[in-house]
């Protein structure tokens, strides 16, 4: 299997030689070009089919949030990652804006998201530690998310993505250990697996629905069937509604932000 396709857009040569000597030696990549500025990087997507493209912020004839855009025009599915010497709010929302899949800091220590995202580009939106998206809100506004779901990569994921969108987020195995949480502590949305051990998604539901304090709580079932019979049971529980899996995680947390509104 061939490695993961790259392309290293930054006008520091030093730092394009750093980043492919750490990538090299994290996962089976492929640095099949490199390019100084935005413009010279849209040239090489004439020639050029990466996977996975570094840009760097500040470059000269065209900054790397401009050639994010006209990039992904060209080629929508293409992971762009942001890279920069600043922690600048209006950066990271412009950058993610244009449709880029994460924001690092250069002097951060990232060797660990690297290796995730060399794993799976799309699993999620990557930032370095550092960084806090200006999507969150003071601690006393924060909508708190319960995620209920047996793979602890799915946990992973989502609870990621939710995080980083500013919600505070708890977690449970199945739909058993999901109740406990259910003790008159604020929660303002249920995210909980269809399938899972002991209780699953529907009988949670059902149990939830039963508490005086939480029966108005909007729930989102997660699930890899389509089972019409399921579907009108869960109408009748009182889901809000379901998300597919496997998902795209911009439109999962569309779904988030329609069913806590």
């Known amino acids: 299997m061939d490695g993961i396709k790259i392309i290293l857009v930054d006008d520091k040569v030093v730092y394009r030689n750093a980043i492919k000597t750490l990538l090299q030696k994290l996962g089976d990549v492929e640095i099949i070009a490199e390019a100084s500025n935005g413009a010279e990087f849209l040239r090489l997507l004439e020639t050029n089919k990466p996977d996975l493209v570094f840009m760097d912020i500040e470059m000269p004839e065209m900054n790397g ?14 992971v762009i990652i942001g890279l ?8 990271v929302n ?14 951060s220590d990232n060797a660990h998201i690297f290796r995730q995202i060399i794993k799976n580009p799309k699993a999620e939106i990557f930032f370095s ?13 924060k909508k708190t998310i319960l995620i209920a779901d047996d793979f602890e990569n799915t946990r992973f994921v989502i ?11 708890l977690k ?8 406990k949480y259910f003790d008159g502590r604020k929660i303002d949305l249920l995210v909980t ?17 039963k508490m005086d304090a939480y029966k108005s ?17 869960s109408k009748a529980i009182g889901i809000t509604g379901w998300i597919q899996k496997p998902f795209v995680i911009d439109k999962f947390l569309m779904f988030i932000n329609k069913a806590l509104k």
Do not use: C, H, W
Request: hydrophobic letters at 35%.
């Open 65 to 78: 949030i401009e050639a994010t855009k006209a990039a992904l025009k060209i080629n929508p599915d293409l």
């Open 84 to 91: 920069s010497m600043y922690d600048n709010q209006k950066y």
């Open 94 to 107: 412009d950058l993610i804006d244009a449709g880029a899949r994460g924001y690092l800091l250069k002097l």
């Open 129 to 141: 530690k550092e960084i806090s998206p200006e999507k969150q809100l003071d601690d006393e506004q």
């Open 159 to 169: 609870e990621f993505t939710l995080k980083q969108a500013g919600y505070e987020v």
């Open 172 to 179: 449970a195995v199945d739909g058993q250990d999901a109740l």
């Open 193 to 209: 697996d269809l399938n899972m051990p002991r209780k699953d998604g529907l009988e949670l539901a059902e149990a939830v629905k």
């Open 217 to 233: 709580m909007p729930i989102l079932l997660l699930t890899t069937e389509i089972n019409e019979e399921k579907k009108q049971k």
